[in-house]
């Protein structure tokens, strides 16, 4: 039998190679470099980088939840973590990283690895890059102490042109004076920070091209002013310290959408905004106003959103929603095309008078009275009605030029009269209803064809 003197030498095609080394983990990327030197070139092919538990572990579900119960286990799953991380960046020979993504708890204590990391793709061209240092999405690994937060330092951004979307989670910012970075970013995400003004307005300044900013879970330490000439989009979701009101000035002349959201019973901030260009606002919160000084004031203004044309309004159970919102909404707002009441109470008792409104949504509203109350829509213009409630009164719609409507009628509480009708369809195209079996016989009754 003959033997072999040497080990054969196999040959894979290279586009099987690739479509190996495109499936592996990171953590197996790293192993690879113990079999062949020649194979570090194949790291190369990944170019989008992302580092998490399940691509740099090989760990279930109960060694986790060990680690949430020891901390000195979760510390080494930390350490471990971070060393994996700096040896892959260590190896790591491709010419061009397009972008970075991590998304494991690490803190102030592996700066190092991360700060060599960041800068090793700022120098390949890194056009996007998030570190998600909070393990809400990781559960159940439990979270850092706020003071071990990351301190992530602008600085390590100065020399790139190529970063255009940027997601920093559970930071520390620190912001140096004489920062110029930021030439060509587009998209900021911070999330779970804490944000002051003069951080926000050196930000700004160097920020030519930003057009969509989200502040995320952040806590506010000073009243804000977003400035901006470029700004477009602009998320507020869910900021704010309960009992702490801050004042929020946006001054954005081409923004054209907001999104305001909190989890509180009440806002925690006062907006003033200044951006003709707006076209699109969306607020979600129990409640519309604030309590100060025995006053009630409105979060925002309506006469400020007077060329919207896409409004959202969800989850609002303000008792002044149907005495004061909805009048100023429809006299404020003129050029009103696009409406949505979502989770709101108070629905009805209402007049909705609009010459430019085209399409309407009512959509799992609620009512607090025992009365029959009327809701009435007179929109001359509106093409198109959706309604998915309780119905506790008649529903009277006058729109001539209504093409579709979409109409849950199955859901309503047991009423004597539980729909008025639609004013005469001539031209209605697409008309679609959900009734019950007891319905049917009356259903000839709510439209008037």
């Known amino acids: 039998m003959k033997r072999?003197?040497?080990?054969?030498?196999?040959?894979?095609?290279?586009?099987?190679?690739?479509?190996?080394?495109?499936?592996?983990?990171?953590?197996?990327?790293?192993?690879?470099?113990?079999?062949?030197?020649?194979?570090?070139?194949?790291?190369?092919?990944?170019?989008?980088?992302?580092?998490?538990?399940?691509?740099?572990?090989?760990?279930?579900?109960?060694?986790?939840?060990?680690?949430?119960?020891?901390?000195?286990?979760?510390?080494?799953?930390?350490?471990?973590?971070?060393?994996?991380?700096?040896?892959?960046?260590?190896?790591?020979?491709?010419?061009?990283?397009?972008?970075?993504?991590?998304?494991?708890?690490?803190?102030?204590?592996?700066?190092?690895?991360?700060?060599?990391?960041?800068?090793?793709?700022?120098?390949?061209?890194?056009?996007?890059?998030?570190?998600?240092?909070?393990?809400?999405?990781?559960?159940?690994?439990?979270?850092?102490?706020?003071?071990?937060?990351?301190?992530?330092?602008?600085?390590?951004?100065?020399?790139?042109?190529?970063?255009?979307?940027?997601?920093?989670?559970?930071?520390?910012?620190?912001?140096?004076?004489?920062?110029?970075?930021?030439?060509?970013?587009?998209?900021?995400?911070?999330?779970?920070?804490?944000?002051?003004?003069?951080l926000l307005q050196g930000l700004f300044s160097n920020c030519n091209h930003l057009v969509d900013l989200t502040l995320d879970n952040c806590d506010f330490k000073s009243d804000l002013k977003i400035t901006s000439p470029t700004l477009l989009h602009l998320n507020i979701v869910n900021c704010g310290k309960f009992g702490m009101v801050r004042n929020i000035d946006i001054i954005a002349s081409n923004l054209s959408s907001i999104e305001y959201s909190f989890n509180c019973t009440y806002p925690l901030h006062l907006m003033k905004i200044k951006a003709h260009m707006l076209s699109k606002f969306s607020f979600r919160g129990s409640n519309i106003s604030i309590h100060i000084g025995g006053q009630y004031h409105n979060c925002f203004e309506f006469s400020e959103l007077k060329n919207v044309t896409t409004i959202v309004l969800d989850g609002i159970r303000d008792f002044c929603f149907q005495r004061v919102v909805m009048p100023l909404l429809f006299s404020e707002c003129l050029q009103l095309e696009d409406v949505t009441f979502k989770n709101c109470k108070q629905i009805n008792a209402m007049n909705i008078i609009s010459p430019k409104l085209l399409h309407l949504k009512i959509i799992d509203c609620e009512y607090n009275n025992l009365y029959y109350q009327p809701l009435d829509i007179h929109a001359l213009n509106l093409s198109s009605f959706e309604y998915s409630s309780t119905t506790r009164g008649d529903i009277s719609v006058t729109a001539p030029s209504l093409l579709k409507v979409f109409w849950n009628a199955a859901k309503r509480e047991n009423n004597p009269r539980p729909f008025g009708p639609i004013a005469r369809l001539g031209h209605i195209e697409n008309l679609s209803m959900i009734i019950s079996t007891s319905q049917v016989s009356n259903s000839k009754t709510i439209f008037a064809l």
């Not at 260590?90 to 970075?100: D, E, K, P």
């Not at 190529?162 to 930071?171: A, E, F, G, K, S």
């Open 4 to 198: 072999w003197s040497k080990k054969p030498k196999i040959e894979l095609p290279d586009c099987i190679l690739s479509n190996i080394f495109s499936r592996l983990g990171l953590k197996d990327l790293v192993k690879t470099r113990i079999l062949s030197k020649q194979w570090l070139q194949e790291w190369g092919l990944r170019t989008n980088l992302n580092f998490d538990v399940h691509n740099m572990f090989e760990l279930d579900y109960n060694t986790i939840q060990e680690s949430k119960e020891s901390r000195q286990l979760f510390e080494g799953f930390q350490s471990e973590f971070a060393t994996r991380l700096n040896q892959f960046m260590l190896h790591y020979q491709g010419a061009m990283i397009r972008s970075i993504r991590v998304n494991f708890p690490l803190g102030t204590k592996h700066k190092d690895a991360i700060d060599r990391m960041i800068s090793k793709g700022i120098a390949k061209g890194a056009e996007r890059i998030e570190l998600l240092f909070s393990s809400e999405t990781i559960d159940p690994i439990p979270n850092l102490d706020r003071k071990e937060s990351y301190k992530f330092s602008f600085t390590l951004l100065s020399n790139t042109d190529c970063l255009t979307y940027l997601h920093l989670q559970n930071c520390h910012l620190v912001a140096p004076m004489d920062f110029s970075g930021f030439k060509n970013l587009r998209t900021l995400v911070l999330q779970l920070v804490d944000v002051e003004q003069n």
